[in-house]
């Protein structure tokens, strides 16, 4: 019960102290983002199909026709995102938790020491994002291969497209929990590679309940817009506009920055108090 406390705490702590100069570092990872939604809606010309064409294509053929782009458009948009996090996350994320830590620590937020740590995070950082993803992936081939059929049979169309997106997205934050305090050790200073990745997982496995409570006190509104893209995006191509699947998918990209900063806040507030340390 303790730690439920202090996971609200720290829920409470995050959305009162929220400061730009630390989201700042979430918001760099929309331009990439934002600028590929772009150019997906513009492939009918050359600068389009160069910018969001390349990546569209890898989901076949249909990917880069209208209207069949669009119900390709998320997973294009995912595979892309998991490079972008990947490649820009796994330095922007260090430098947004050494700015959030900067005040328990009576630092200034900004500044070579800052940049510093982030630096020294970002291999650790990026390990445990790739391990993140190849465990995603590989549960993701098991639910297709196995449940999504079987809900399939039982429940047939619309319930079993939902009840095979939530199961996905509860593994999906199951496994975010486990490697979640991962970069938030490893801008630490004197945590070595080991310590940051090691008891990184080991945190995430302890803290699990009240992490995953943290997770999905801010994540629910995007949830929800990215349900109404990933569950059934044919209703929107045929029903509606089939450009509204990437209007939807810019919000979400958007509110998840803010999710992404919200709880992390939240989440080095808890590892310091479970630390004994003030937050």
């Known amino acids: 019960m303790g730690d439920l406390r202090n996971a609200r705490a720290s829920i409470h702590e995050a959305w009162r102290d929220f400061r730009w100069v630390e989201y700042r570092p979430f918001a760099w990872v929309l331009v990439p983002e934002l600028l590929f939604l772009f150019f997906a809606l513009k492939l009918q010309t050359p600068w389009g199909m160069a910018g969001?064409?390349?990546?569209?294509?890898?989901?076949?053929?249909?990917?880069?026709?209208?209207?069949?782009?669009?119900?390709?458009?998320?997973?294009?948009?995912?595979?892309?995102?998991?490079v972008i996090f990947a490649?820009?996350?796994?330095f922007l994320i260090p430098l947004a938790l050494a700015r959030i830590q900067a005040p328990m620590l009576e630092k200034p937020a900004t500044g070579p020491d800052t940049v510093r740590r982030a630096r020294r995070a970002y291999k650790v950082t990026l390990l445990a994002y790739v391990i993140n993803v190849a465990v995603l992936i590989g549960v993701e081939l098991l639910l297709e291969a196995g449940p999504r059929r079987w809900f399939t049979g039982l429940l047939g169309g619309f319930k079993a497209d939902l009840v095979t997106w939530l199961l996905g997205v509860i593994v999906a934050f199951t496994v975010a929990v486990v490697f979640l305090y991962v970069p938030i050790r490893a801008v630490e200073d004197g945590k070595t590679f080991g310590d940051a990745l090691g008891g990184g997982i080991l945190e995430g496995l302890k803290s699990f309940v009240p992490t995953l409570l943290i997770m999905?006190?801010?994540?629910?509104?995007?949830l929800l817009v990215l349900a109404l893209v990933q569950v059934e995006p044919a209703l929107l191509v045929t029903r509606f506009r089939p450009e509204l699947i990437a209007l939807l998918l810019a919000v979400t990209a958007i509110m998840n920055t803010f999710v992404n900063y919200f709880i992390y806040s939240?989440?080095?507030r808890l590892h310091w108090l479970r630390e004994g340390r003030p937050s």
């Open 216 to 222: 999905l006190a801010f994540s629910w509104p995007a």
């Open 266 to 268: 939240a989440a080095s």
């Open 87 to 90: 490649i820009l996350g796994s």
């Open 52 to 82: 969001a064409g390349l990546v569209l294509r890898t989901l076949g053929e249909a990917g880069v026709h209208y209207p069949t782009a669009f119900l390709a458009l998320s997973s294009a948009f995912s595979r892309l995102d998991s």
